[in-house]
């Protein structure tokens, strides 16, 4: 099963405070053992939201919005896809990734849809 994992944003990301170099190293480690299990596919940090654009869909119409955008808690400030067995091992992974945030933070898993999910349509 594939799952994208979202470190969610915080003011603190919002603001492009770049993480310290004994996290930036201690994420690199951890990286390196999703890589080494065959767990990691990609994964990458984002710029804040204020560089970002969002466009919004009304049928044939399209409307384009330019950042910041205020609700911190419903931003991503980075994402890895892995593959895994089971959401079950995703969390094991997540459980043993250093807090990738200086403050409180929060990690989302997703399962991403696969083809067999499509088969009956």
Same mark, same amino acid.
């Given at each position: 099963m594939r799952v994208m994992v979202m470190v969610k944003a915080t003011a603190d990301s919002e603001k492009g405070l770049l993480p310290s170099t004994e996290l930036?190293?201690?994420?690199?480690?951890?990286? @390196?053992e999703l890589t080494?299990?065959?767990?990691? +596919?990609?994964?990458?940090?984002l710029h804040p939201s204020s560089?970002? *654009? /969002?466009?919004?869909?009304?049928?044939a119409s399209r409307s384009v919005s330019?950042?910041?955008?205020?609700?911190?808690? @419903?931003?991503?400030?980075?994402?890895?896809?892995? +593959?895994?067995k089971d959401m079950a091992e995703?969390?094991?992974?997540? *459980? /043993?990734?250093?807090?990738?945030?200086?403050?409180?933070?929060?990690?989302?898993?997703?399962p991403l849809y696969e083809e067999a999910d499509f088969a009956p349509a």
């Amino acid at each position: 099963m594939r799952v994208m994992v979202m470190v969610k944003a915080t003011a603190d990301s919002e603001k492009g405070l770049l993480p310290s170099t004994e996290l930036l190293e201690a994420m690199g480690r951890f990286n @390196e053992e999703l890589t080494n299990a065959g767990v990691m +596919q990609s994964g990458d940090g984002l710029h804040p939201s204020s560089k970002g *654009k /969002r466009v919004a869909f009304d049928g044939a119409s399209r409307s384009v919005s330019d950042g910041p955008f205020t609700q911190t808690a @419903e931003l991503v400030a980075g994402f890895w896809i892995w +593959q895994v067995k089971d959401m079950a091992e995703a969390v094991e992974w997540v *459980k /043993r990734c250093p807090n990738p945030m200086p403050g409180p933070s929060e990690i989302e898993i997703r399962p991403l849809y696969e083809e067999a999910d499509f088969a009956p349509a």
